[in-house]
């Protein structure tokens, strides 16, 4: 048997990236497929409280403890009238949905998602449309949301039952405005003008807002990153953060090669700082634009399934990819990248939360399970809060084909200083070896392992379903301390969690 493949990692608590924002763990809903209805909505189901929502799917949101989620899209905002989402759900139009092509009941609307995202213990990032709408509709939904009383809006809103403001405090300024897919597609003089307009109307209603100004759909979008550059030449005073949004697949099933895919996400991650810190520069700003990568998954599963679904529709199953282990680890790199840029990324949303490429599915009238993504989603969401350590590390590499001087261990490590505990994330991207992980600790002086949880599994292909889930983590793991170095051998293609805590 070959030798393990080896890794060292420094970790000194005087090494800090930044605090963690917690937002990093957030979500997203939109209004497609079975992700509101059949998904976090279903009357008839016999879990299903008083306003129609299942109680087994809030359970499992509430596991993953989701700080903020998007709503209600996505492609679906782009020629949403928010209007239609709110008052007597009696008298509320159907309506052609044209992102998706399907029909939209609107039994669900901002005033029924925002209790629902209270009761599961989230905020709302809420997006409005810029795409066949724009300022008046979204200072007007502002108003509604926000304003406490004695105006139109906001009285309307009180009329519907919701006497207390929502105070909803992140919006989003549209939605994917670069794709020549979107209603109301822009090019990026038009959406920076009509961006900044909003987000000044909208700031005169409320101005505790923070704002999410468009960035580009993918770094491969061919106005990458002139996108970010001309529209933050007009956005940059009034938006907080820029959105970045990216998925991955493994079409050509080259598991070497799709598991480092998390190196782009960290390329496009930096490209983006060095644009914003660039308009910053040209403008002798002394504001930090801040980065929310608000869509970001594995996607590629269901594509072909997509292409078969009948238009005009209630609900179809649309974007229902199921995950395998590998996806699991390469969903690990994608939220170790997040920490390792905490300094800038402030907020992210695994899109999406249920049914629609998530981490939770149910059956129609049955029951709600846990893909395989959702136990490296839970394990950050749970321990990657506190302070993101930069470790120092050494460790061999390998290429693919896309990627050079790939680090066999992928690594992020969060220091909780509350309560004195630390928490190494890593990933061994090796697919047949061991990886023997040491880890300085020195400078946690009277620490213990806790515990050393795995995510593994010997087919890379397995999945979880309704009927068993193949996929789940173990706390056999086999990490030790002694004299201040963490020893471990950690699996071939495994996820790992070391927690460490302060004796007492």
Not at 194 to 223: F, H, N, Q
Not at 318 to 328: G, K, M, S, V
Not at 463 to 485: C, Q, R
């Amino acid at each position: 048997m070959a030798a393990a493949v080896k890794a060292k990692m420094i970790v000194d608590k005087s090494f800090r990236i930044a605090e963690v924002d917690k937002r990093i763990y957030g979500s997203f809903v939109e209004h497609l497929g079975r992700a509101v209805y059949g998904g976090i909505y279903e009357p008839t189901h016999s879990t299903s409280d008083e306003s129609g929502f299942r109680n087994d799917v809030k359970e499992l949101v509430k596991e993953l403890d989701v700080p903020i989620i998007r709503y209600p899209g996505g492609n679906f905002v782009s020629g949403y009238n928010w209007e239609d989402g709110v008052g007597p759900v009696a008298s509320r139009p159907r309506q052609l949905e044209l992102a998706w092509r399907t029909v939209e009941p609107n039994e669900v609307g901002t005033n029924e998602f925002f209790k629902w995202a209270k009761d599961v213990g989230s905020e709302v990032m809420m997006a409005v449309n810029l795409g066949t709408r724009g300022i008046d509709a979204a200072r007007n939904l502002v108003e509604y949301c926000n304003h406490p009383g004695g105006s139109y809006w906001s009285d309307l809103r009180r009329s519907h039952g919701v006497e207390q403001p929502h105070k909803i405090k992140t919006w989003c300024l549209g939605n994917e405005m670069d794709g020549p897919w979107q209603i109301g597609h822009k090019t990026a003089v038009e959406y920076g003008r009509l961006a900044v307009e909003s987000a000044k109307a909208m700031r005169l209603i409320d101005p505790d807002i923070e704002l999410v100004s468009c960035g580009s759909s993918s770094s491969t979008m061919p106005t990458f990153p002139e996108w970010e550059a001309t529209t933050l030449d007009h956005t940059y005073e009034v938006a907080d953060y820029i959105s970045l949004h990216q998925y991955y697949g493994n079409h050509d099933n080259d598991t070497a090669n799709y598991l480092a895919r998390s190196m782009d996400m960290d390329h496009f991650i930096q490209t983006v700082i060095s644009t914003c810190d660039y308009i910053k520069a040209k403008k002798r700003s002394k504001k930090k634009i801040m980065l929310s990568f608000d869509e970001w998954n594995v996607w590629y599963h269901s594509n072909d399934a997509d292409k078969k679904i009948d238009p005009w529709s209630v609900a179809p199953p649309q974007l229902e990819d199921i995950y395998n282990f590998e996806d699991a680890l390469l969903v690990g790199s994608m939220l170790i990248t997040f920490l390792r840029h905490a300094d800038r990324v402030k907020m992210a949303c695994m899109a999406q939360l249920v049914n629609v490429i998530a981490p939770i599915m149910t059956e129609n009238n049955g029951k709600a399970w846990k893909q395989t993504i959702f136990y490296p989603y839970l394990h950050a969401s749970r321990y990657g809060r506190g302070v993101s350590l930069m470790p120092v590390v050494d460790s061999e590499k390998y290429d693919s084909r896309d990627f050079t001087d790939i680090p066999y261990l992928d690594s992020a490590v969060v220091y909780d200083e509350e309560g004195d505990a630390l928490t190494i994330f890593a990933v061994n991207r090796h697919l047949s070896e061991s990886l023997e992980l040491t880890v300085d600790v020195r400078s946690f002086e009277g620490y213990r392992i806790v515990e050393h949880t795995v995510l593994e599994h010997d087919d890379l292909k397995a999945t979880n379903s309704p009927a068993g889930e193949k996929v789940t983590p173990h706390n056999g793991g086999n990490a030790k301390l002694e004299d201040g170095i963490v020893k471990a051998h950690l699996g071939k293609a495994s996820w790992n969690v070391i927690r460490l805590a302060k004796s007492h």
